[in-house]
């Protein structure tokens, strides 16, 4: 079974500084992917970005880097020169890519609440 | 491009009542899901879907029933509201596995 942990409930951040949430994950799977989302106060799920666990390099997607280490099964989000509308809450997930689609859920963390402070 | 569109947006349902959230997308996708998000919990798979015609159970099925009878509709249906249904529903779509799930914009149920 796969199991996502974020073990930061909340974080304060000053804007234009960068922030890391942590993400650790359990998974016996050797191929899978793992997502970030924010889910601001509106309520939307919004798509971050996307490491896949044979990918070389560490994603990256304009303020948004994935600090993916494999063998500590950790795959935190950074974000660089925090800005007010960072503020949100933060998901990690990650998706089984082996057995089709049988396995196709995604399994979420609990969140991050990141506040972005002016 | 609508994308992923969630009916309604907000539902008040007394204990018993049946009622169904409609899903659609118009991109195509295999893969649809539907997930709730409880307070403190993130967000838990209830059924998917990886096409037309093909429905699993995810985390937390009881208490709910989905077809998808075409490409684009997937409806989550609740048989007999419970109050512990209360949650926010969101529905989600996928056109692979290495793809992001787009998402509707959820549908606060609350059960009384």
């Known amino acids: 079974a796969q199991k996502i942990t974020q073990t930061q409930p909340g974080m304060f951040v000053q804007e234009k500084e960068a922030v890391t949430l942590d993400c650790t994950y359990d998974?016996?799977?050797?191929?899978?992917?793992l997502f970030w989302y924010k889910q601001p106060s509106s309520g939307e799920m919004i798509f971050l970005i996307y490491q896949g666990s044979y990918d070389e390099q560490n994603a990256t997607e304009g303020r948004y880097s994935l600090n993916f280490q494999k063998a500590r099964k950790s795959a935190n989000l950074v974000i660089s020169a925090s800005q007010l509308g960072d503020s949100a809450m933060y998901f990690c997930?990650?998706?089984?890519?082996?057995?089709?689609?049988?396995?196709?859920?995604?399994?979420f963390g609990k969140g991050t609440l990141l506040t972005v402070n002016p | 491009n609508a994308g992923v569109t969630q009916t309604p947006k907000f539902q008040v349902l007394k204990t018993g009542q049946s009622m169904t959230l409609q899903c659609a997308q118009d991109?195509?996708?295999?893969?649809m899901s539907w997930y709730r998000q409880d307070p403190g919990m993130g967000l838990r798979l209830i059924h998917y879907?990886?096409?037309?015609?093909?429905?699993d159970q995810g985390e937390v099925p009881n208490g709910y029933n989905v077809s998808r009878s075409t490409t684009e509709d997937f409806p989550l249906r609740l048989l007999s509201a419970a109050p512990s249904q209360t949650s926010v529903y969101f529905c989600?779509?996928?056109?692979?596995?290495?793809?992001?799930?787009?998402f509707g914009q959820g549908t606060r149920l609350t059960v009384v």
């Open positions: 991109m195509n996708h295999e893969y």
């Open positions: 989600a779509s996928s056109y692979r596995m290495r793809t992001e799930a787009f």
């Open positions: 997930a990650m998706r089984d890519l082996n057995s089709g689609g049988s396995n196709y859920k995604l399994t």
């Open positions: 879907s990886v096409g037309a015609g093909i429905t």
């Open positions: 998974t016996s799977d050797q191929s899978y992917g």
